[in-house]
């Protein structure tokens, strides 16, 4: 598994305990908005990188603003980019496009205990960073704690197949082998642009996701096709 894999494996896992969380909390709000086309995500700025980006843009507008990458483990396709301060990283995934091309941007900024409490100054900047969402969970814990959870989609009938689909994205194989789940529907409607931003537990979050170029690949690959998972090895935590 290589090291970006390794990083989504792990972090398909927070957002989905994210999600988790939030349906089970007592105070709950849904709030639905606009949908987004590709073209418009691509005009989305996360941490000031976009959908489309070459990797020499990248490290122009990272190191402009303040920005080192940084690979500990030096596993190839693995590093992230990390602010002067150590509390902001970034972290992307790219498709070969004659060049590599940005098709997956994940922000992520520790929060001061006094931040985290600001609740409507995180939303302010979220909604300051990413426009209205296609669909916007706010729920608080029995304990007092808040979060939020956005979605920007092409169409809001998808918010339950992105959860699915984001799993299967990542491994397949092992949501067929591990929950018999048939991961073809998702992969087919969920094949364009989707971000998912979420604060909670000091921490606030975007993930931003172009699948066009991986939908388009798994559709064409036999073994999906026929859901063949021979081979397959899965990982010692799940993501269910």
């Known amino acids: 598994m290589g090291g970006l894999r390794r990083f989504l494996t792990v972090t398909v896992f927070a957002c989905l305990c994210a999600t988790a969380a939030a349906r089970a909390q007592s105070s709950q709000t849904e709030i639905y908005g606009p949908t987004y086309s590709l073209q418009q995500m691509r005009r989305i700025d996360i941490g000031g990188l976009h959908f489309g ?8 507008v ?11 483990s030096n596993v190839v396709g693995a590093g992230f980019y990390a602010s002067t301060d150590g ?6 995934g790219y498709t070969e496009r004659g060049e590599r091309i940005v098709d997956t941007i994940m922000y992520d900024r520790r929060l001061s205990a006094n931040e985290a ?3 409507e100054t995180r939303r302010a900047e979220l909604l300051s960073m990413l426009g209205r969402p296609t669909h916007w969970h706010q729920w608080v814990k029995d304990d007092g704690e808040i979060g939020d959870r956005l979605l920007y989609l092409p169409r809001l009938d998808l918010v339950d197949d992105y959860d699915l689909a984001s799993k299967c994205y990542v491994d397949w194989q092992c949501q067929s082998v591990l929950f018999s789940r048939d991961c073809r529907p998702a992969v087919s409607r969920v094949r364009s642009g989707v971000i998912d931003a979420f604060f909670g537990w000091r921490s606030l979050f975007v993930w931003a996701d172009d699948y066009t170029q991986r939908s388009a690949d798994l559709r064409r690959d036999s073994a999906f096709r026929a859901l063949d998972t021979s081979g397959a090895v899965c990982a010692v935590m799940p993501i269910h």
């Open 87 to 92: 509390r902001a990283t970034i972290t992307l």
């Open 62 to 72: 990272m190191a402009a603003r303040g920005f080192h990458f940084s690979n500990p």
């Open 117 to 119: 409490a600001d609740i």
């Open 53 to 60: 980006m070459t990797e020499v843009e990248v490290a122009r």
